[in-house]
């Protein structure tokens, strides 16, 4: 080892460890001794790299080590344009140490804007929650725009420029663009291929546009994995340009979803969430709740809240629509294919007919461009267009470039000599069949800006690293094409550029500052005199007011279905489905720990993915959960775990995308089976298969048994029909008989109460909940092994209950927290006290007096305490959370200690002592707790139960209001209002007695509960 001084190797060792969660070097000697160390010194620390290789003086050292850390021990390369950064002199006005700021921004999912507010301690964001004025999020937030504070802070983001996988300064890369920009200039880009991921920023296009005009035989190429060109050349077929619907479900009465996962996968889904359930709530208006019918192939959480859901193979469902549209009066749709259950067809037929124009039908992201000019011909037939549907020109403006496969073939005939990838990753996520990386590696210069350094940037000579939305100034559009703007809350953690940044060297060769590009670019459109206060309100609000485009007058062509195609149909066999992950879309956040341990909505599945099948099939051959099988596709096969999940078609599969990744990270790595491998680009979602089992098994960490309450009276649903006949059909008859005391008298005389009610009939399981509470109380991730022991740490759950046959049954989801009760079961029990009651109803965790004994735990009937098994926290944990990503409000947790949902005891405190010093009542609503904030059907409303005017009374009030094993006598603060569903009655099942026969519950559904007879003799 150099001769060094033994106290700047430690601070080495200390950083190291920081930065990269090595924590099994015990000494310098072996620190040192490591074989990677080398290398891995020479990418992250090049300046140290020289000092291990040639040791020099002490006094230079030091100077070296001074001169690193003030750098913030970053690359050596040079540093982009920044902004001066002093200690406070005067504090600005404002700001209060201690309180947090929000700013509003936005987070770009598969490319579309979703605003957000950005809350920031001390220039240090740690929760993003949804933006209220934002037309996408209405103030809602979903789990990946939440865990991207974790990817802020990930340590395996790039974090310098790389020159064929080693560090070097960003000037070397302008002056190798400089003698790439000549060859463009000389054969104006005849050899230039640019390929980008989806493109809904404004100033982004004009950037691409400029380099179009300077080199215009430059080929501009797209490859977006979670493809939707099949929206807008379906609506070229029909109306003769491209265009892109948007839906106001807030005004339809029946909504039918064709393969369509509105609720969680569709640009807009928070928006489509609120509007849809906010009229399916019996609780707002009993005479009048939103019908929703639903036909797919894989169970999704939109499927399994419709009223009525069709199983159907994935290539059926155009024949399906072909079907319905000619029984809505459409010609030349007919299809030789045998009808479809006839009944489901004439019911939802009538009803679209009865209802219209307040009807809404949806096609799926990954249909077809046949089946939306269907769809959209018949939302235009019953005139949704002036009522429910609008058209836009479309958001994603990657739809003008070339699809991928003509650049694969040109790079193989030699045609490509510079290759520009822009924010997508085809070397992981482009169909298998192409091979990219093969193709790719013949082009002589290839460049790749992203965020991490990925699969695609290990074949490049330049990988440039890209920052993180909340490190970035930038633009992208909504779902309804509104701009809403990125603006950094802190600054850039590493060596990255803005794609503003990086167009303009490419164009210029020049490092510009990134706001200034912006700011530039929207001058353009504002009178110069008004542009200052209006850019300042455009920040303050997060968007640009009023940028949406305006509706289209759309008239379907004459003919217009002359030379559709029809899709592919295959009459036996076993046909796959591929679909996006709900969390991890297309692998692209496939490093984030909060991502991969959220469970799936139906499945509960963490940590991997797995192919679904139907329990017929699983019978049929002999499968069970976690068998692996061997699925072959067109001659590629790919050794996959089975998951058995009801309400799957018996002869349909279905696997998700976003596993598999090679270069994401490391809590990415070994995770899942890659689906992309199987992936054809022809018919990139539906394709034929084959499936053998391999004779092996694989562990499957899921939550699906975990915490099991079944057996006992959890879920109450009706129907509306039983509601109006009988409101209290939710309500039992409780017994009060109880070896607790009362309730202590202080409690109901003190100023608050606090309580909580989820509405069942507006839950749509997307998890949303799980996440901001995680985000919200520094709950540890724990891994995929600790989450196979049942020792996840959500304090909240989202359970799923099916109920009826396996192949096709009803489903319900339940949120499950602490419920805060007046007689707290584990309150009794705890030796030392660690657990109390308070004045105000919180019971409350004292975790510096915690033992461990968890008998808390054992006497909850909920099943909502988690405990500490090992240090889940902290540079000693398995999977530690970044120091910078806490929420410095609420307390770390240490190995052996009992955690809970506490309400949110910090937002309680916080917005009461805020009332108090300004010398007024807490209004109600003006108290949010995370989960209630993020979700986006406004399933859970928290408040004041001693207040008479509060919501939160109001509706534990309500008829539909009922406590989770209330007749314990517990006393759950938590109440939930009973589900009620809105079936059509042509649809139901002639002669089905009222009471059918309880059947025992089956290990393949998971949470299963009984029916339960109501009063009325109703099922529950």
């Not at 001769?3 to 430690?10: D, E």
């Not at 030091?62 to 050596?76: E, I, V, Y």
């Not at 089946?371 to 959209?376: K, P």
Request: proline fraction near 8%; aromatic fraction near 6%.
């Amino acid at each position: 080892m150099p001769s060094m001084n033994a106290g700047i190797w430690q601070s080495l060792r200390d950083e190291l460890a920081q930065r990269r969660g090595v924590h099994y070097w015990r000494s310098l000697e072996e620190l040192a001794e490591r074989p990677e160390f080398d290398a891995f010194l020479a990418d992250e620390f090049p300046r140290w790299h020289a000092l291990w290789e040639a040791p020099v003086a002490r006094r230079r050292v030091l100077k070296l080590m001074a001169a690193s850390l003030a750098l913030a021990g970053l690359t050596g390369c040079d540093s982009s344009p920044s902004e001066e950064i002093v200690p406070y002199v005067d504090m600005p006005e404002g700001l209060t140490p201690g309180i947090p700021r929000q700013y509003a921004t936005s987070i770009p999912i598969d490319g579309y804007a979703h605003g957000v507010l950005a809350q920031v301690h001390e220039g240090r964001p740690v929760k993003v929650e949804g933006n209220p004025d934002h037309p996408s999020t209405l103030g809602a937030c979903d789990s990946v725009s939440q865990a991207s504070i974790l990817s802020l802070y990930d340590p395996d983001r790039a974090g310098a420029v790389k020159q064929r996988g080693h560090v070097a300064p960003f000037r070397d890369f302008l002056s190798d663009l400089r003698r790439q920009r000549m060859a463009w200039d000389a054969d104006r880009g005849e050899r230039l291929a640019l390929v980008t991921g989806p493109l809904t920023s404004p100033s982004e296009l004009a950037q691409v546009e400029a380099l179009l005009a300077r080199w215009p035989r430059t080929r501009w190429f797209r490859h977006v994995a979670i493809d939707r060109s099949g929206v807008p050349d379906g609506m070229r077929q029909l109306f003769g340009r491209a265009l892109e619907p948007v839906y106001r479900l807030d005004r339809a009465r029946i909504v039918v979803a064709l393969d369509a996962d509105l609720l969680q996968a569709q640009p807009g889904f928070l928006r489509y969430a609120h509007d849809l359930m906010a009229g399916r709530r019996p609780r707002d208006d009993a005479a009048a709740l939103t019908r929703l019918y639903a036909a797919e192939a894989t169970p999704s959480i939109t499927g399994c809240r419709a009223d009525h859901r069709l199983r159907l193979r994935a290539d059926r469902v155009e024949a399906l629509t072909r079907q319905l549209a000619t029984r809505l009066g459409i010609d030349g749709l007919a299809t030789d294919h045998p009808a479809i259950d006839e009944a489901w067809l004439s019911a939802v037929a009538d009803d679209l007919a009865r209802h219209a124009p307040h009807v809404a039908v949806v096609a799926g992201d990954q249909q077809p461009a046949a089946l939306h000019a269907i769809v959209q011909a018949i939302n235009h037939r019953l005139g949704a267009y002036a009522t429910t549907v609008q058209a836009i020109e479309p958001v994603d403006a990657s739809h003008r470039a070339e699809p991928l496969v003509p650049l694969v073939d040109a790079m193989q005939a030699g045609e490509i000599d510079s290759l520009v990838i822009m924010g997508t990753n085809p070397a992981y996520s482009a169909p298998g069949e192409l091979a990219f990386a093969e193709a790719c590696q013949r082009v002589p210069w290839r460049c790749h800006f992203g965020t991490t350094f990925d699969e695609t940037a290990r074949l490049v000579h330049w990988h440039i690293p890209a920052t993180h939305p909340l490190e970035s100034w930038g633009d992208a559009r909504a779902h309804d094409g509104t701009v809403g703007l990125l603006q950094p809350v802190i600054r850039p953690l590493h060596d990255g550029r803005t794609p503003l940044q990086f167009y303009r060297a490419l164009l210029a060769g020049v490092d510009d500052d990134p706001r200034a590009l912006l700011q530039g670019f929207w001058q353009g459109t504002t009178p110069t005199e008004r542009f200052e206060p209006r850019w300042r309100q455009w920040l303050h609000d997060g968007l640009i007011a009023g940028s949406a485009p305006q509706a289209q007058r759309v008239t379907p062509r004459e003919r217009w279905h002359a030379g559709l195609a029809v899709g592919d149909r295959v009459d036996a066999g076993l046909v796959l489905q591929l679909r996006p992950d709900p969390a991890l879309r297309d692998g692209e956040h496939a490093n984030n720990g909060w991502l991969q341990e959220l469970p799936n909505p139906l499945t509960k599945l963490t940590w991997g993915n797995a192919l679904l099948i139907a329990p017929a099939l699983a019978e049929a051959r002999a499968l069970a959960e976690g068998d692996e099988v061997r699925l072959s596709v067109a001659g590629r096969h790919l050794d996959v775990p089975a998951y058995v999940l009801p309400g799957m078609p018996d002869d349909g599969l279905a696997l998700t995308l976003g596993h598999g990744r090679r270069a994401a990270g490391r809590v990415a790595e070994g995770i899942g089976s890659d689906a992309y491998r199987l992936q054809q680009a022809a018919s990139p979602w539906v394709m034929p298969a084959r499936l053998e089992a391999t004779g092996r098994r694989r562990v499957l960490a899921t939550t699906q048994n975990h915490h099991a309450m079944e057996g006992r009276d959890l879920i109450r649903a009706a129907s509306l029909e039983t509601y109006r006949h009988d409101p209290t059909f939710a309500q039992r008859e409780i017994p009060h008989a109880s070896l607790y005391p009362e309730p202590w008298p202080a409690e109901r005389q003190s100023p608050h109460a606090w309580g909580m009610v989820i509405d069942l009939s507006a839950c749509i399981g997307c998890n949303a909940c799980v996440t901001a509470c995680q985000a919200e109380n520094n709950i540890p991730i724990v891994g995929p092994e600790e989450v196979s022991r049942g020792r996840e740490m959500h304090w909240i759950r989202v359970d799923r209950y099916f109920e009826g046959p396996l192949d096709d049954p009803r489903l319900v989801f339940q949120p499950v927290t602490c419920m805060h009760c007046e007689n707290a079961p584990c309150e009794y029990v705890c030796p030392v006290g660690a657990t109390q009651h308070t004045a105000d109803g919180l019971n409350a965790m004292i975790y510096n007096r915690c033992v461990g004994t968890r008998y808390c735990s054992q006497n909850c009937p909920y099943k909502v305490r988690r405990f500490n098994w090992f240090q889940y926290t902290g540079e000693q944990a398995s999977y530690p959370l970044p120091a910078a990503a806490h929420n410095p409000e609420v307390t770390l947790r240490a190995e052996g200690v009992m955690e809970k949902c506490t309400y949110c005891v910090q937002r309680i405190r916080r917005k009461t002592l805020d009332a108090e010093l300004e010398n007024r009542p807490l209004a109600d609503g003006e108290l949010q707790t995370a989960c209630q904030q993020t979700c986006p059907t406004r399933a859970i409303v928290f408040g004041d139960l001693n207040r008479q005017d509060s919501a939160v009374r109001r509706l534990s009030e309500h008829p539909l209001s009922y406590g989770l094993l209330e007749n314990l006598n517990v006393r759950p603060r938590t109440r939930y209002l009973a589900a009620v569903t809105h079936p059509n009655p042509a649809l139901a099942s002639p002669g089905e007695p009222e009471t059918p026969a309880r059947p025992g519950p089956d290990p393949s559904v998971g949470h299963y509960t009984p029916p339960v007879a109501t009063k009325g003799g109703h099922q529950a």
